[in-house]
Nanobody, 127 residues
């Protein structure tokens, strides 16, 4: 089992920045990738980005590319989502997820490969 706890959400004005953290505990050595997803009210959960632990390679949704950056601190078992130039449409509950399976990178853009999910943290961007 892997436990994931997100933190760092809050209220920010458009154009501002936030950094979310996702601390992992448990059988973390089995994780191949960590992902971030978000869900706005009335919408489906959508992919934000992911990081592959072995290489540090990342991938992002087009809607956040150039504004959001994912990084990981393996020693702290923590993944970060740095969000800059925030827009009101970024308002959502943000979830981190862990995948214990090694896939082609494109697969991590979908929720299916992820075995564990955090409880989510609210991000609200005011206009």
């Amino acid at each position: 089992q892997v436990q994931l706890v997100e933190s760092g959400g809050g209220l920010v004005q458009a154009g501002g920045s936030l950094r979310l953290s996702c601390a992992a505990s448990g059988r973390i050595f089995t994780n191949y990738a960590m992902g971030w997803f978000r869900q706005a009210p009335g919408k489906e959960r959508e992919f934000v980005g992911f990081i592959r632990w072995s290489s540090g390679s990342t991938g992002y949704a087009d809607s956040v590319k150039g504004r959001f950056t994912i990084s990981g601190d393996y020693g702290k078992n923590t993944v970060y989502l740095q969000m800059n130039s925030l827009k009101p449409e970024d308002t959502a509950v943000y979830y981190c997820a862990a995948s214990g399976r090694n896939y082609y990178s494109g697969t991590y853009y979908q929720p299916n490969p992820y075995d564990y999910w955090g409880q989510g943290t609210q991000v609200t961007v005011s206009s």
